[in-house]
Structures are given as C-alpha cells and as structure tokens.
C-alpha cells in the first residue's frame, strides 16, 4: 500500500454550534505538501431497523431542512455523549421515538454517510422481538412512525425511493441476513 | 401525514471555505414556534460502482482526515458545479480517477449521507463493460487504485469491514440487481 497518512500541523475550530461543529486544520500531505481540511466533528450516531413479528418495519416520515423535503428513514440519533454505549443509545432512541423495546438488537456493522468531510460514525442495528410501550418525542421532534412490510422497503429501495442512506444500507444487510437465515 | 414543514425565517452563511460551506437558518417550526438550523451546503455528487467483465469491482483506499483512516470506497466525486449533469460527471471522475470507460452506465438512485445537516446528493451509477485508459488523479489526490471479486467486497461488507455507506448501498443494490438479471 502506498503512503497515505495525512499528518496535522494545526487545528483551529470555525464553528461551534448547537449541532454543527465545524475545524479546519492545517496538514500536511503524504508528499510533505502544506494543504487545509474542512470537516464537521460529531460525536457519533446509531440508526436501528425495527423488525415487528408479522414482518413490518417501523419507519419515520420527517423534515429534512437541508433539502426541504420529508424523508422516510429508520429511527436514528446521536449519541448523547462519546462514552455512551451504541447499544444504550439504541435501545434510547428506539424506545423514544416509536415506544418498541426489542428482545434482540444485533449490531450490523458501522456507516459513514460522508468520510471525506463528516467525522459522523453510524452503528447500525437490527431490532427484533418488539413489545411496545408509549413513545417519548424530544419537544422540537416532528415524526410521524408508521409501518411497512420489510419486502416492500426492499422495493421502494431497488426503484430508488428511499433516498437515506443509512436506511438502504441497513434494510439491504438485514435482507442479507434474513435470506441466510431462511437457508439455514 | 402530519404537517411537518418548516418555514425559513432568514438564512446566514457562517463559513464559506474551500470545501465546507456552512448556514444557519433562523426556522419556524410546524407549531409556529421559532428554531435554528445549522448545515452544511453541498454542491452534489456522484458515486460509480464499476464492474468488470471478470467479476471484480474497481475499488479505492483513500486516507480519510474526519477519521484518520485509510478507507475502501467506490470511485466519487462532486459535480463541477450544480448544472454538471450527474451522468457526466460520473464518466468523469470514474475516467480521471481508475482510468475506466464504460459501455454500459445504469443510474442507481439517489444517496443521503447525512439528511439532517448535510445537503450532499449522491448519484449513485452501476458501470460495466468497462475499457481502460490512463488514470489522470488532481495533483492532492492521493489514492490506491484496486480490484477485488464483487462477491467477495458483498461478504465484506456484510462482516462489516466496508464502512463507507455509499459503498454499502451501491454494491448491495448492484447484488440484487445482478440476482434479478439471473433469475431471467
């Protein structure tokens, strides 16, 4: 493998927001090359495909301000600090934002949205067993949670409906999964 | 559907760099009540999973600073300007970056890395019957150009080793879409 290491000389914070937090660093390029990167810190996210017992998955409809369109996506949030537990935070937001606690959560693997220019690390889950207990909405949360069967996300996905990523990468391991599964 | 739209009262650039540019928006919420938002705009982009005639994806590691890790990825890149027609581009950067030129190129849908604060649109695109002519890299781009067996970069992905979510979603789309083409 060639040399690739980017090596930092300085970092200097643009921007610290109540969700964007924005640096600029000084490095230097695997050639010895001064050059800058621009990039968003974040402190880290989870996203969980929520599978009911007759095969339905719980979706979200939301407004997403940076394209002025409502998106459908798997329920998902940050972090609430950097030593939160993935799992922890999970079972949270899961429970929060459409009341299901599962009696599995299996970890399906990590999904970087944006790696040239977003440190935003995703762990995604795989929620099954689902028993139900009332959702708790943050006040400035606008969801509506509604259902659809697993197979046809699947094909809202393969016709290019489904544009968040996280939930097509998500959906299309689980169909992964549950095809093995069915083999076995 | 719930109303779910959210007004822009005023709109400030906070920073206008190299790569990042970044806004907060002074909102109204669906209830009326005032908020801000903070993103990240983005002129769009496009991501090509090529395919040879021998079964192997064109993959690249690129050392990404946000992580400081060397990641594998697909070839991509951003659009030119917001007029770049996406199919061009995807010829483009596919052309500049692993020297391939493809007979066949299939739109794949739309990517969202980061709906919530980052306005980035990925094209994703499926090319085959490739050709290959010279690599023509920027001169601050430092990347490994590799080949790996597409079934085995679909088993890496679903052991987790592919972080990259753009990657995730293409090649898990492109499987589905080669099982469909077999079944016929």
Redesign the interface.
Known sequence: ??Q???KTVSSEM??D????H?F??N?L???G?P???????HVGAVCILPLTDEGEVILE???????HE??I?IPAGKLDGPDEDPRAAALRELREETGAVPRELH????????????????RMFFARGLVFENQKLDE?E???VFRMPFDDL?AE?????I????T??AA??VA??LAKEKQQ
């Open positions: 493998m060639i690739m290491d980017e643009i921007y927001g109540r969700v964007l924005v600029k660093d490095i390029l695997p050639n090359e050059s800058i990167r621009e990039y968003v810190k409809r939301q407004y997403r301000y940076p394209f409502v998106l996506e970890y399906l693997g990590d999904f970087l949205g944006s790696p040239a220019i977003m440190g935003e690390r995703i400035d606008f969801l509506e699947i996905i393969l016709a290019g409906n544009p968040d990523g996280k097509q990468a299309l391991r992964a999964l």
